[in-house]
Every structure is written in structure tokens, then in C-alpha cells.
């Protein structure tokens, strides 16, 4: 079956310092990645998404990066973080089924970041 | 371009009383689902829907795509505790892989 892995689970970072959560899925192959970002009582932000290795497609501009190093392996990045970069950021997968179907997201149980 | 909708924002609810949320787009869906999401988890996976006017059932949840499928309905029927949480409706851009989630509906149910 498959599984989906991030962490860490929680994280306290000053301002201005860097940042690396990693994404990493078992369990099948080539899957569309996704970073999400939730502010405290808010909706999903879709941050970055990616269908294959080194394919990175961005929503949203921000002093976030993300990288697909490998097939299952997916990574946010920040060298310099801002107190809004505060949030719950969720990596989520899924298979694209192709033409117009929307596909199901499976969710890792996410990290909670605060910036200070 | 394709707005989608979700309302109420919160719903407030005595617990064995009823609650919707509904999500309604500007144009016609292929298909929606439905996620949960508890007080500090992350969203699952409900239910997805397909055709249109379908309705779907899950012990107390009923699920609902409007005939035109610009409108979906999730229904809950004598809410408990355990069924607070953020409700959102998904679905897929453009017919493209882009997914896109509704605000979301935060139930909060009073014992």
C-alpha cells in the first residue's frame, strides 16, 4: 500500500533563517507531488506541484522554491524565511488518471511551522 | 475564468442537528470530491462524484452533484462530536492535473 512521509512534524525558525521539509512517498511510482500551505483556520494554498523528476510548476511567487530530486522524493525550500511563511505545509500525491478527471490527493500528516 | 464557491464558512451546530455544506461553480465540473479534515489533521479523502444528479451515501453523509454539475452538496444527518472538522470540496482545473480545494467548511458541533 501506499504511504506518504514528511517532516519534520513541527518546526520553530527565527526569521531570515532557511528552510527544508521533505516529502517522500512508498508505495507507487512516478506520482504528481504537491506542496499545500494552510494558515491557522484557512483553505489549502496549492504552493508547488510537480508531475515528474526535476518538473517543478509554481502557483504561487513567494521566497519559496521547491525540488524534485527524485521519483517519490519531493522538497520546500526557503534560504530566507518571513514571518508569513508561517503555516501548516502539506505534501500530498496523487496519480493522474489524464483527461478531465480529478484526481484523489493523498495527504502527508504535514509540518507545522512558525516563524519568530 | 472558473469560480467555485464554498459556503457557510462555519457552522455552528447542537449536536443531533443537521448540516450542509455546498460548493457552487460559475461553470460545469467534470467531477468534485469531498475531503475531511479534523482539528489539526490533515484532509482525507471522502467520496468523489461523476455524473450528473448523482447522490452518494455514507452512513450519515449524503452527497450530492447538481444536474447541470455546477453544484455539489455534502449533507451530514444528526451530527456528533466526532464529526466536527473542514469540510472542503476539490476539484480539477481545466481538465488539467491542477487541483483546486473550496475555503472550506468548519463544523463545530456543541454537545
Known amino acids: 500500500s501506499q504511504t506518504i512521509h514528511q517532516w519534520p512534524a513541527t518546526l520553530v525558525q527565527p526569521v531570515g533563517s532557511p528552510l527544508s521539509l521533505e516529502c517522500t512517498v512508498e508505495g507507487t511510482s512516478n506520482p504528481n507531488l504537491y506542496w499545500y500551505r494552510q494558515a491557522a483556520g484557512r483553505g489549502l494554498q496549492l504552493l508547488f506541484y510537480?508531475?515528474?523528476?526535476?518538473?517543478i510548476s509554481s502557483e504561487v511567487p513567494q521566497n519559496l522554491s521547491a525540488s524534485r530530486p527524485q521519483d517519490r522524493q519531493f522538497i520546500l525550500s526557503s534560504k530566507k524565511l518571513l514571518l508569513s511563511d508561517s503555516g501548516f505545509y502539506l505534501c500530498?500525491?496523487?496519480?493522474?488518471?489524464?483527461?478531465?478527471?480529478?484526481?484523489?490527493?493523498?495527504f502527508g500528516p504535514g509540518t507545522r511551522l512558525t516563524v519568530l | 475564468g472558473q469560480q467555485v464557491m464554498q459556503i457557510p464558512q462555519y457552522q455552528h451546530v447542537q449536536e443531533g442537528e443537521d448540516f450542509t455544506t455546498y460548493c457552487n461553480s460559475s461553470?460545469?465540473?467534470?467531477?468534485i470530491q469531498w475531503y475531511k479534515q479534523r482539528p489539526g489533521g490533515h484532509p482525507v479523502f471522502l467520496i468523489q462524484?461523476?455524473?450528473?444528479?448523482e447522490v452518494k451515501k455514507q452512513k450519515r453523509l449524503t452527497f450530492q452533484f447538481g444536474e447541470a454539475k455546477k453544484n455539489s452538496s455534502l449533507h451530514i444527518t444528526a451530527t456528533q462530536t466526532t464529526d466536527v472538522g473542514t469540510y472542503f470540496c476539490h476539484w480539477a482545473s481545466g481538465g488539467s492535473y491542477i487541483p483546486t480545494f473550496g475555503r472550506g467548511t468548519s463544523l463545530i458541533v456543541h454537545p
Open positions: 500530498a500525491w496523487s496519480v493522474w488518471t489524464g483527461g478531465l478527471s480529478t484526481d484523489t490527493q493523498y
Open positions: 510537480s508531475v515528474g523528476i526535476g518538473q
Open positions: 461553470t460545469t465540473l467534470s467531477n
Open positions: 462524484l461523476v455524473k450528473s444528479g
